[in-house]
């Protein structure tokens, strides 16, 4: 992986658990012991997990449980995706909502908007 790749990537998965949320601490373990695999296309960018060794599993059966609203800046809405697979942190998946083309070092992460799994939110 690139350096600057790899640098956004550990920067867009901080802000995306920087969110309190139920299993959150299970996720972060998780990717503390993942190898990560990045590829890019033209509308999305995909970072993959691997898991190196055994560690616990996310204790809730939710797909999705937390995502995040970016924007490029020339305004295209950008969409994080945290995936969890049968327990296991699957995918960070960011996806230009319009379809046009991810520019990687341009998202803005200064106004972004979390949308946690209303089952998994603290009060």
């Known amino acids: 992986m690139d ?3 790899e640098i956004l990537t550990m920067e867009w998965i901080e802000k995306i658990l920087c969110v309190d949320f139920m299993g959150r601490e299970v996720l972060r373990e998780q990717i503390n012991h993942a190898y990560i695999s990045f590829s890019q ?3 999305y960018i995909s970072i993959k997990f ?3 060794e055994n ?3 996310f204790p809730y059966s939710i797909r999705v449980p937390v995502s995040l609203l970016a ?3 020339n ?5 994080f ?3 969890v697979k049968n327990g296991f942190i699957d995918e960070l998946e960011i996806v230009a909502m319009d379809l046009q083309e991810i520019d990687a ?3 803005d992460l200064s106004n972004i908007e979390y949308d946690i799994d209303k089952s998994l939110r603290l009060m």
């Open 55 to 57: 560690v616990p599993k």
């Open 71 to 73: 924007w490029q800046k």
């Open 75 to 79: 305004q295209i809405p950008i969409n």
């Open 105 to 107: 070092s341009n998202i």
């Open 3 to 5: 350096m600057n790749v």
């Open 50 to 52: 691997h898991m190196r």
């Open 81 to 83: 995706l945290l995936h």
């Open 41 to 43: 296309h033209h509308e």
